[in-house]
């Protein structure tokens, strides 16, 4: 189900949201130039980190791996980057919307069970 098209758009969805989230904390967090700095490069910086550190072949990535992770690292990094999206939501005062991005992400990786099974054994 890892690899399933719609379960990719929904991780796809995700991964924006928590980069916007990224940038709307950053943004929050900092006045003058700082505040600008702070809503693009977090996201920027977050987005190269999440494209840079692959496991190698993985089947609902492209299969490259600019820099090869093993398994149980890149599970660890996507969940502490919805985990940290999360905590900004509600440092940011959402706890609602943390709620509901926590719970996504959650029902995401449960549907996932494929692909968490593939990482850890890799």
């Known amino acids: 189900m890892g690899s399933n098209p719609i379960n990719l758009a929904v991780r796809f969805i995700l991964e924006i949201v928590a980069l916007i989230i990224f940038g709307i904390w950053g943004w929050n967090n900092a006045a003058g130039v700082l505040q600008y700095l702070l809503a693009l490069g977090i996201p920027i910086l977050a987005a190269i980190l999440w494209g840079t550190f692959a496991v190698k072949d993985d089947p609902s990535r492209s299969g490259k791996a600019p820099v090869p992770v093993p398994g ?3 599970l660890v990094f996507e969940l ?6 999360t905590w900004a939501l509600f440092d940011l005062g959402n706890t609602s919307l943390a709620w509901v ?11 996932s069970y494929d692909r968490v099974t593939w990482l850890l054994k890799q």
């Open 72 to 74: 149980i690292i890149r």
């Open 80 to 85: 502490a980057f919805f985990a940290l999206a």
């Open 101 to 111: 991005l926590g719970s996504a992400v959650a029902i995401h990786y449960v549907i």
